[in-house]
């Protein structure tokens, strides 16, 4: 804790018992007692438990949620940049995705099935990999957002399948067998 007078204490002692002095550096010492104030919670400004709402949405943003906003509650915008947070470096793999999805379905149950990733050279399939997921529910996003981001997490060259509930959402009954690769724009 600062000295209420810890600015004038900085002078030579002599300098301390002039009165105008004290007074002087007492308009200086109030502005930097607000800059000081602030430097002190700094680390409260990146800390997603006790950050400002604006500032969680911009922690957010950062790592990669663009799709959290303020319709969700404060508790879920926290709770999903603490979870994504964590699950950076498990980004594209099977356990981040179906952490990811667990998280965006509420503790839901989540099924990831895939087409394996490591063969003996000439072995590995003619077709591009494909991920059949499946969630309960999707109680944090949209169906569009939560497409978007499996798009996002899986890498480019990946084609995948989505059920919601007992709805397959992607690919739309429309498109196809699920061929579309998660970096193609679809329309």
């Keep these: 804790m600062r000295r209420d007078d810890w600015l004038v204490h900085q002078l030579p002692v002599g300098m301390t018992e002039d009165d105008f002095l004290r007074r002087f ?6 502005v930097g007692d607000s800059v000081l104030a602030q430097i002190d919670v700094i680390d409260r400004q990146f800390d997603p438990t006790v950050a400002p709402d604006p500032m969680v949405r911009e922690m957010g943003q950062w790592i990669g949620l663009e799709w959290l906003d303020s319709s969700h509650p404060d508790v879920v915008q926290r709770q999903a940049v603490l979870e994504y947070a964590s699950l950076l470096r498990w ?35 003619r077709d591009a990999p494909h991920v059949r997921m499946a969630m309960s529910d999707s109680i944090l996003a949209h169906t569009d957002d939560v497409i978007r981001i499996i798009r996002s997490e899986l890498p480019a060259s990946v084609t995948f399948q989505l059920a919601i509930g007992d ?3 992607w690919p739309p009954s429309d ?3 699920g061929t579309e690769r998660a970096d193609q724009e679809v329309h």
Aim: negative net charge; glycine residues 20%; aromatic residues 6%.
């Design 25 to 30: 550096l007492s308009i200086f010492q109030s």
């Design 91 to 125: 980004r594209g793999t099977k356990r981040g995705m179906e952490a990811l999805l667990r998280f965006m379905s509420g503790g839901g149950e989540v099924l990831i099935d895939d087409s394996g990733g490591i063969y003996a050279e000439g072995e590995a399939p």
């Design 167 to 169: 709805e397959v959402v």
């Design 175 to 177: 498109r196809g067998s």
